[in-house]
Every structure is written in C-alpha cells, then in structure tokens.
C-alpha cells in the first residue's frame, strides 16, 4: 500500500502549525486542550519553590515528589503571589485538608490563614520519609472570583506513618493570581523536591 506524506503548508486553516499545536477539526491550528509542560525544578537546600508568570487563559498544575524537608516535623504550605514582581499574599486563605493517617481518619480547616497547610501531617527526615503532591489551580487570571485550587497528597510522614488526603482551598478575595509559592514552615529549607509546572488552556 502506497503512501503519500502531505506537507503542513498545503493545509488549509487558520493559526501557525508548530510543535506544541495541532490541527482541530473546525481547521485551525491551536492547542490540544491537554496539560502541556512549562517548567521544572529540583530543590536541593532551597528556601520555596516558585512558579510565575501565570496568565490569561490557562489552568495551572504544580506536580511534585520527594519532597523532604531538612528539618523534622515541618509542615508544607501554598501562597499566591499577585503581580509581576510577583508580591506572595500573607492573608486571607481558606481551605480545607483531610484524609487517612494510617487507618485512621484526620481533617483540618481554616477560613483565615496566612498561607494553605497542604498535608494535615509534618513531613519527615529519616529513610523514606516524604511527600508527593498534585495541585490544580483554575483559571487565576480571573479578577472578578477567588483563586481555588483542588489536589491530592501524601506519603510517609514523620512519624513513619502513611498519609493520603485531598485538599481544596482559595485566597478570600478576587484578584487576578501569577504566581505560586510552595515552602516549608518555620523558615525550614527544602532538602530535597522534583517540582513540575504544566498549563492547559480553559476556554
């Protein structure tokens, strides 16, 4: 069976073929509508990590794994940061975290934190004591609601004991957010972290 490569420039549609668009069926070239990579990092003694540049037309999606802190028992908090410095809002979070400890199960609120706690357990130094989260933050360039974001997370806490919970939460004022901010409580570095940033267009 013979076959016959056709070149992109023969198409007919609107928009630029590229690497990161593909041809939809109303014959334009755009986004897939999948999460598509932005950035990456690996923590290694770092005091936060941080994702900017957040724009109009996206949902954002933070991803990480092996993240210990260098110290016991330290809680993992979010902040939003607003601008394009961007300045890391210090008020006015709202959330909710729970799930199962073990067997057992445990929950936590706030409806006016200075930052999102997102695992309800502190995390842990010794031998595979660590975290791994995924956190989706809708649309944040939208000024006229709250910022929310949804995820999961868990690992082996500091006690040794395993953890799973589900966490959603916002900022309690409607603002347009470009940033996000994931850190250690108590001023406590990040020993180590593979921290992955995607985006996905929402509209």
Do not use: C, H
Not at 28 to 44: H, N, R
Not at 46 to 67: K, L, P, R, W
Not at 175 to 188: D, G, H, L, R, W
Request: glycine share 14%.
């Amino acid at each position: 069976m013979s076959t016959t490569k056709l070149d992109v420039g023969m198409i007919s549609a609107t928009g630029t073929a590229s690497a990161s668009t593909v041809l939809k069926g109303n014959g334009t070239w755009g986004s897939g509508g999948g999460w598509e990579f932005v950035s990456g990092a690996t923590a290694s003694g770092t005091a936060a990590v941080e994702f900017t540049g957040m724009a109009s037309g996206y949902d954002y999606q933070v991803q990480a794994y092996d993240i210990v802190p260098a110290s016991d028992n330290k809680d993992l908090y979010l902040q939003y940061g607003t601008g394009s410095t961007p300045t890391y809002q210090t008020s006015g979070y709202a959330y909710v975290v729970g799930g199962i400890v073990n067997t057992t199960k445990t929950a936590e609120s706030s409806t006016s934190a200075s930052q999102v706690r997102l695992l309800g357990q502190g995390g842990g130094t010794a031998s595979n004591e660590s975290y791994a989260i995924s956190v989706t933050i809708l649309n944040p360039a939208d000024t006229g609601a709250e910022t929310v974001f949804f995820g999961q997370g868990g690992g082996k806490t500091q006690g040794a004991e395993m953890l799973s919970q589900d966490i959603i939460g916002l900022r309690t004022t409607d603002e347009a957010v470009t940033a996000v901010k994931i850190y250690f409580s108590s001023s406590t570095n990040i020993a180590t972290g593979k921290f992955f940033f995607y985006k996905r267009p929402n509209a």
